[in-house]
DNA sequence: GCTATCTATTGACAGCCGTCGATTCAATCG
DNA sequence: CGATTGAATCGACGGCTGTCAATAGATAGC
């Protein structure tokens, strides 16, 4: 992900020429971008992202039985952002009798991770 | 960051007792997540994150008159979105004369880089 | 079957977000 | 000074987001 970018020193130019040569972003490196914003937009919110780092830490499946009493807020709204991360990719969940249990799937934070190293 | 859980098995309970005991998020970790939660959230735009990639591979400081036209959105919409980046911290600018130059401050990535990592 | 429990979904609502055109402000050139 | 140029700000608009109360589905126990 990288772009060529002139560094020319700027004088302001004799009206009507453009500014500057028009430079491209790749396709590649646009879509590339639009999963990692994805997996970003996910996590900019404080309930996700404590969410995910729980279930990260816990190396195992928690019931959201022990995930609602963690904040100050309704059951359905629990439910909403783990959706949101489920959407994400970030998390999934499975179903034992009454009971819902989710896990972190940590492949998805991989090339964000790896473009902020 | 790191949270007991009490990974009890499940059994309906009788009627009354809570679900489980709450377990609460520390205060520090609370803010942290906040923290992190913003930096990803000015991150969960492509054009911002392909904004951020452009001026931190540049390594130098780049004229938005050479920003602009990477994206094809107007010049209003692209000095938004480096407000917001600058807003959180992880892009400052500097003028010099008619243009004005904005560079990556890349401290601010490193308590979510690390938290990702 | 009936009731209680856990989770997901729905609908509603205020507030925020991304975008643009128009405008403003600052600085340079003539 | 007056005209031009680069960038930021303003105002507006549709769409998305976070939240809750209410409800619906599914399952377990009686």
Same mark, same amino acid.
């Given at each position: 992900?990288? #772009?060529d970018?002139? @560094?020319?020193?700027?004088t302001?130019r004799? +009206? %009507?020429?453009? *500014?500057?040569?028009?430079? $491209?972003y790749?396709?590649?490196?646009?879509?590339q971008?639009?999963?990692?914003?994805?997996?970003a937009k996910?996590?900019g919110?404080? #309930?996700?992202l404590? @969410?995910?780092d729980?279930?990260?830490?816990? +190396? %195992?499946?928690? *019931?959201?039985?022990?995930? $609602?009493?963690?904040?100050?807020?309704?059951?359905?709204?629990?439910?909403?952002?783990?959706?949101?991360?489920r959407?994400?990719?970030? #998390?999934d969940?499975?179903?034992r009798?009454?009971?819902?249990?989710?896990?972190?799937?940590?492949?998805r934070?991989?090339?964000?991770?790896?473009?902020?190293?």
């Amino acid at each position: 992900m990288s #772009v060529d970018l002139e @560094l020319t020193p700027k004088t302001k130019r004799p +009206a %009507g020429e453009p *500014c500057c040569a028009p430079v $491209v972003y790749p396709d590649v490196q646009r879509e590339q971008a639009q999963r990692m914003a994805a997996v970003a937009k996910a996590l900019g919110d404080p #309930v996700r992202l404590t @969410l995910l780092d729980v279930l990260r830490k816990h +190396a %195992g499946k928690v *019931c959201v039985c022990e995930l $609602v009493p963690l904040f100050e807020l309704s059951q359905p709204t629990i439910s909403h952002h783990l959706k949101v991360l489920r959407d994400a990719g970030l #998390v999934d969940s499975e179903r034992r009798g009454l009971w819902a249990y989710y896990y972190a799937l940590p492949e998805r934070l991989e090339e964000l991770t790896a473009w902020l190293s």
